[in-house]
């Protein structure tokens, strides 16, 4: 399975965009969660949001909540955040992943993973 990530650029504080997950190679059971992960310069990486269809759940991290929400487009193969009312904290490189996760919210649990895509949000 190959995920590619894509919709980061550059936005201003307040705004919003959507980043977008693909999948390709074969298409991803039901089973499966995708997650979003982000990394800030110097920082760890940390969980942004996730998905699991078969259940229809959906996690958060405690900076996506309110702002961001994720969804997913079966007959695309794709999983979209959509963030909005953006803030410079937001700044650093978002990553997809796919896994049979246990624990949605540890990347542990992610076997496949996307090359990142930078976000930065200026003031």
């Known amino acids: 399975v190959q995920l590619q990530a894509s919709g980061g650029g550059l936005a201003q504080a307040g705004g919003a965009l959507r980043l977008s997950c693909t999948a390709s190679?074969?298409?991803?059971?039901?089973?499966?969660?995708v997650g979003w992960f982000r990394q800030a310069p110097g920082k760890e990486r940390e969980f942004v949001a996730a998905t699991r269809r078969s259940y229809g759940t959906t996690f958060y991290g405690d900076s996506a909540k309110g702002r961001f929400t994720i969804a997913s487009d079966n007959s695309k193969n794709t999983v979209y955040l959509h963030m909005n009312r953006l803030e410079p904290e937001d700044t650093g490189v978002y990553y997809c992943a796919a896994g049979l996760a246990d624990t949605m919210t540890s990347s542990s649990g992610y076997s496949y993973w996307g090359q990142g895509t930078l976000v930065t949000v200026s003031s």
């Open positions: 190679g074969r298409t991803l059971s039901a089973d499966y969660a």
